[in-house]
């Protein structure tokens, strides 16, 4: 079992850029396939992408091109890059973790961690 703490969250203006992060504990971290969620106000938990064990990608269309994820196993973490954010990006990010293939149903993720807000100006 892994815990999950992001970071990196903001205020920026549109078009521009951020960089989450999410560091796990434990000693397992690399056979972990791992996603970012997103929830706006009044929304459900959406999918936004994930990275496998192995290190393949794959993202929800509305941020392909724009977000990019990668991991480093050395340092326990998994990383959103966000360019040319919109308005419509703003949300609380979440972070989960699984064992197994990436899915974009937040149900079959039990290891979440707390959140962290981006604020995209218009």
């Known amino acids: 079992q892994v815990a999950l703490v992001e970071s990196g969250g903001g205020l920026v203006q549109a078009g521009g850029s951020l960089r989450l992060s999410c560091v796990a504990s434990?000693?397992?971290?690399?056979?972990?396939?791992m996603a970012w969620f997103r929830q706006a106000p009044g929304k459900e938990r959406d999918f936004v992408g994930g990275i496998s064990s192995g290190g393949d990608t794959t993202f929800v269309d509305s941020v392909k091109g724009r977000f990019t994820i990668s991991r480093d196993n050395a340092k326990n973490t998994v990383y959103l890059q966000m360019n040319a954010l919109k308005p419509e990006d703003t949300a609380l990010y979440y972070c989960?973790?699984?064992?197994?293939?990436?899915?974009?149903?937040?149900?079959?993720?039990?290891?979440w961690g707390q959140g962290t807000q981006v604020t995209v100006s218009s």
């Open positions: 989960a973790a699984r064992l197994g293939i990436v899915s974009s149903s937040r149900f079959v993720y039990r290891t």
């Open positions: 434990g000693r397992t971290f690399s056979l972990y396939a």
